[in-house]
């Protein structure tokens, strides 16, 4: 083969051997490209889910937040309801009883009155039954005699002398008229005498008005 072929063939193999190499060289880039742009969808998709995740963590506890408002506002107003039914229920029984108490201070009154002793122990039957029937609703009558003075359960309407220095004053001589409380309260004072300290001199019942 003369100079000439054998350069020629020599320069055929380097642009062959150079092309071969560009080609692979092209064919990575290629896959390295590809590769980056399957990454890149990927990574999106997570960014997406993470942010949906964030988004319907914080609306189910905004929705967790309303719904316990919800039922602590719904408590709230049920157990408001019940106060005014209870007060409106206590009020409206109070206002029953106090207009029968009166029966029973007329039947006290006829027991003192009346000299036959079959008479007076039909009445006392008869009391004894009002007692117990306004005891099953809760109501008590309060006799406070001998007790001391207490304003929150007696009203004093007259002052009497005490019978002795030894005798302390402030005390509840007589009850004129029982008193009575439903469920703990009071809805009638009693009416009393109260004693005062003892003098020398006579002196008349003082009443009070």
């Known amino acids: ?33 590809e590769n980056t742009v399957k990454d890149e969808p990927v990574e999106e998709v997570e960014v997406v889910k993470k942010a949906e995740f964030y988004k319907i963590k914080a609306e189910s506890a905004d ?53 036959d002793d079959k008479s007076r122990e039909g009445v006392e039957k008869l009391l004894k039954q009002f007692v117990s029937s306004l005891e099953s609703i809760g109501v008590k009558p309060i006799d406070p005699t001998g007790e001391e003075f207490d304003p929150a359960k007696a009203e004093a309407v007259m002052q009497v002398d005490a019978e002795s220095e030894e005798e302390k004053s402030g005390f509840i001589k007589a009850t004129f008229r029982k008193g009575y409380e439903m469920n703990g309260k009071i809805i009638r004072y009693a009416q009393v005498s109260r004693s005062e300290e003892h003098t020398s001199e006579l002196q008349s019942p003082m009443y009070l008005v």
Not at 21 to 32: I, L, N
Request: aromatic share 8%; glycine share 4%; proline share 1%.
């Open 63 to 115: 929705y967790k937040d309303r719904w316990m408002r919800s039922v602590a506002e719904s408590d709230n107003y049920k157990k408001r309801n019940a106060n005014v039914w209870q007060d409106a229920f206590y009020e409206g029984k109070k206002e029953v009883v106090s207009k029968i108490l009166s029966i029973g201070d007329n039947l006290e009154t006829a027991i003192g009155m009346i000299p």
């Open 1 to 33: 083969m003369s100079d000439k072929n054998k350069n020629k063939f020599h320069n055929e193999e380097k642009e062959s051997k150079v092309n071969t190499e560009g080609t692979e060289a092209s064919e990575e880039s290629v896959k390295a490209e």
